[in-house]
Structures are given as C-alpha cells and as structure tokens.
Nanobody
C-alpha cells in the first residue's frame, strides 16, 4: 500500500508563500495520479490540485488557480504544492492523496482515492 506523509505547513501572513511536500513510500506510484486537498475548520474537504503520472498535466480549483503550482518528482517519490500570494481563506489542513483514477477525474470530484496522508496545517493570518 502507498503511504503518504505531508510536511511544510506553518503560520504565515497574507501574501506570503509556502511550499508543501508529500513523501510517498510503498508500492511504485509512478503511474498514479496525485492530488492535494484541504479542509478548513468546520468545512468539508475540498479539491485543490491534481497532477497526472507524468507531471505534464495539472488541474486546479478556481480558488487557487494562478497562485498554487503542483509538481512531482518521480525519481524522489515526492509531490509538491507551491503556494504563493496566500490568503486567510487558504487556512486549512492540507492533504495529499494517491489515486488510480485520472487527474481530471480527481478535478471533477469523481476520482477514486486509494490513500491519504495525515495532513499538514497551513494558517494564514491577515
């Protein structure tokens, strides 16, 4: 089974940047799509970004498009989320997930998640 561990969260001010990382171990994951999702206090978990197995195709939620960039390094078994121009509404626990579905299906909300990490907390103060 694929295991995922997120890191890089923290407390920042509005306008700052953060880079989240997700280390992936277990079965070879090169052919899997990966996703970042987030959950703010009192809200449901929501899609942030997804990336296909090759790293060539990415999808983003409208709320983060143009500010966040998802990338992966299959040689290092890592996936990243570069977050720029952070806003207080970006405050949430961020989770990475692995999927056997296509990255587009994750974007549409119909993808099947195989496993999640435990999350890393991002807090953006105004």
């Amino acid at each position: 089974q694929v295991q995922l561990v997120e890191s890089g969260g923290g407390l920042v001010q509005a306008g700052d940047s953060l880079r989240l990382s997700c280390a992936i171990t277990g079965r070879p994951y090169e052919t899997y799509a990966l996703a970042w999702l987030r959950q703010a206090p009192g809200k449901e978990r929501e899609f942030v970004a997804s990336i296909d197995w090759s790293g060539q195709t990415t999808y983003y939620a409208d709320s983060v498009k143009g500010r966040f960039t998802c990338s992966r390094d299959n040689a290092k078994n890592m996936v990243y989320l570069q977050m720029n121009s952070l806003k207080p509404e970006d405050t949430a626990a961020y989770f990475c997930a692995v999927s056997s579905s296509h990255a587009y299906d994750l974007f549409r909300g119909t993808g099947e998640i195989l496993n999640w990490g435990k999350g890393t907390l991002v807090t953006v103060s105004s």
